[in-house]
Nanobody, 125 residues
Framework: QVQLVESGGGLVQPGGSLRLSCAPS????????VAWFRQAPGKEREGVAC????????YYADSVKGRSTISRDDAKNMAYLQMSSLEPEDTAVYYC??????????????????WGQGTQVTVSS
């Protein structure tokens, strides 16, 4: 069963930008923190960013800090990840996931209960 649906991935050139979207299926995001994870071929899944419920505190992995913005629009029941200055190392399947209320420094898969199936981001010229 799909719990979250990611969209907005695709092929971009190095230095380009994308905005990924996350839409829940069957629940509202009001009291959930929303995080983005990614998994590159042959690598472990890693946390990218998180935003707490009600536009609360955010967290960014060092690899994307300064060039990514995580946001949410609870009125639309959506969350987003805006990424710029993309490079080939950002190529991965990106997943959104939720846990109750608050982000915690560091992102741990086991803390997140709802997941999407991922959207592919490919950065290549």
């Amino acid at each position: 069963q799909v719990q979250l649906v990611e969209s907005g991935g695709g092929l971009v050139q190095p230095g380009g930008s994308l905005r990924l979207s996350c839409a829940p299926s069957g629940f509202t995001l009001d009291y959930y923190a929303v995080a983005w994870f990614r998994q590159a071929p042959g690598k472990e899944r890693e946390g990218v960013a998180c935003i707490s419920s009600h536009d609360g505190p955010t967290y960014y992995a060092d690899s994307v800090k300064g060039r990514s913005t995580i946001s949410r629009d609870d009125a639309k029941n959506m969350a987003y990840l805006q990424m710029s200055s993309l490079e080939p190392e950002d190529t991965a399947v990106y997943y959104c996931a939720t846990r109750l209320v608050s982000c915690r420094r560091g992102l741990y898969e086991y803390e997140y209960q709802y997941w999407g199936q991922g959207t592919q981001v490919t950065v290549s010229s």
